[in-house]
């Protein structure tokens, strides 16, 4: 199991000492939140895609893939009634897949609740049916580079759309593809009436990715949430992928939160019988 952070934790720290920061403190990856480098994908220039890969491989940390990625945009909706929209956010996924290959990054986390809850006269039905039309070149694309789209669910306090880890999973399947997963995240899987780690069973033939964290909006360890049965599920199912934490409350300060995160995580996943 390897463990990585999300970029956006250090905040306003350049992210070249990030990357070093995170080496230093024991780390595995670091999760690219773009929107801290451009609005855009596409403003991101080739030079610099080559230039943020090769800092990262200098400090000794891989770059597992990118997150939030239609933060900071506009004119992007995964089920927008208009069809032009949906059209500028399919072309942009396929921006967002050369981007996330450029950095060396393997995985892109949908998240962006934002950018796809129903917008009104919109049924879940029609959602749906958008969403997977959407996704079918940003798939193809990303089947010729290596990556794979993670689907995210989220809580009904963030969106309205795919709520559940079952609802995700059934999603993703209609594809039929390595290439298209879920990542299931603490924090909104603590929000499901079925067990964190009865969720982690159900979903094992699909989870791709790990965000680790607390429904306090804090980091692993630092809240209510217990993961001893979480890395005994893990383990059982045999997920040997990225755990990378993902904080969105900073009060203890970004290094605390990534040294103390990760000793937790370290603790209780590297051996979950003990």
Known sequence: MKFGICHETFQDLPLDEVFATCARLGYDSVEIAHFK?????????????????????RAGIAISGIHWVLVGTEGMHLTSPDAATRARTSHYFCDLVDFCADLGGKVIIVGSPKHRSL???????????????????????????????????????????????????????????????VILDVRAMSWEAKPIPQILRDSRDHIAYIHANDKNLKGPGFGAVDYLPIAVALSEIGYNGTVSVEVFNYEEGSEIIASQSLAYLRRILSHPGQ
């Open 119 to 181: 917008l009104p006269g919109v049924t879940l039905e029609q959602a749906w049916i958008w969403a997977i039309q959407l996704f079918g070149p940003s798939l193809a694309r990303a089947a010729e580079r290596g990556i794979t789209i993670c689907l995210e669910p989220l809580p009904a306090e963030d969106t309205d759309f795919i709520n559940t880890a079952a609802e995700a999973v059934r999603f993703v399947q209609q594809f039929s593809s390595p290439h298209f997963q």
């Open 37 to 57: 480098l451009a609005s855009y994908v596409t403003d991101i220039s080739s030079v610099e895609r080559i230039r943020i890969r090769d800092s990262a491989t």
